[in-house]
């Protein structure tokens, strides 16, 4: 069974950093896809950023490019999302999700309408002007 773990969220104030984590048991990281989604109140899920395993890359939303990384540890199959400069508008419920499959059209992922085939249950990330 595969099981996803976010930790991390908490209240930070604007300019602050959090460091989320997401623990993965029952899966391995190859030839898959690894990522963030966030959901703030009354809006529409939108992706964050993920990590393809085929190419070794990793792709971010162009609102937390040069603020948030990912990154991973094979070893403990958890991969974090270091957030820094957070913005009240970062606030939001942050999931981690992983998919059996490369993602082909990145589109999709940061529109938040791809759909995962793993969810983890979301932490919560506050940022107080």
């Known amino acids: 069974e595969v099981k996803l773990v976010e930790s991390g969220g908490g209240l930070v104030q604007a300019g602050g950093s959090l460091t989320l984590s997401c623990s993965a048991s029952g899966f391995t990281f190859e030839d898959s896809t690894i990522g963030w989604f966030r959901q703030a109140p009354g809006k529409e899920r939108e992706g964050v950023s993920y990590f393809k395993s085929s190419d070794g890359t990793t792709y971010y939303a162009d609102a937390v490019k040069g603020r948030f990384t990912m990154s991973s540890d094979n070893a403990k199959n958890t991969v974090y999302l270091q957030m820094n400069s957070l913005k009240p508008e970062d606030t939001a419920i942050y999931y981690c999700?992983?998919?059996?499959?490369?993602?082909?059209?990145?589109?999709?992922?940061?529109?938040?309408?791809?759909?995962?085939?793993?969810w983890g249950e979301g932490v919560q990330v506050t940022v107080s002007s």
């Open positions: 999700a992983v998919d059996s499959f490369p993602v082909r059209d990145s589109n999709s992922w940061f529109e938040g309408v791809y759909d995962p085939d793993y």
